[in-house]
């Protein structure tokens, strides 16, 4: 028997984050991330949030890392939701007008009234 069958009864057939990780060498996070990229390893899901990933996938990602295998093509995310901190100037601009708006009616109805 090789080392490499011995390897390969050991090894599960499907790994989970942390188990991914420790076998490509990286941290738990930096999986995550890569993952959040687009640019990670194939994986498939078992829920909204258990994500496994093959053996043989972790494998064909380290070889496209070390360029023995044509890298895969990169999905490219949308623009997603603005962030808290940015500001529609649009928006202000409205409410600055329709503020001004108010003010010059009730100014209007005191000098009619």
């Known amino acids: ?11 599960p ?25 687009g640019c990670g390893p194939k994986s498939f899901s078992f829920g909204k949030r258990d994500r496994r990933f093959r053996v043989s996938d972790l494998d064909a990602f380290i070889g496209a890392k070390v360029g023995d ?18 500001t529609c100037f649009g928006a202000m601009l409205a409410v600055g007008l329709l503020s001004i708006a108010i003010a010059a009616l009730s100014l209007l109805a005191k000098i009619l009234w």
């Open 1 to 11: 028997m090789t080392s490499k069958e011995d390897e390969s009864r050991r090894l």
């Open 13 to 37: 057939a499907v790994m989970d984050y942390k188990q991914a990780a420790e076998y490509l060498g990286v941290s738990h996070g930096r999986l995550r991330n890569l993952m959040w990229l």
């Open 69 to 86: 295998v044509a890298p895969a093509t990169v999905i490219k995310r949308g623009p997603g939701r603005p962030r808290k901190g940015r």
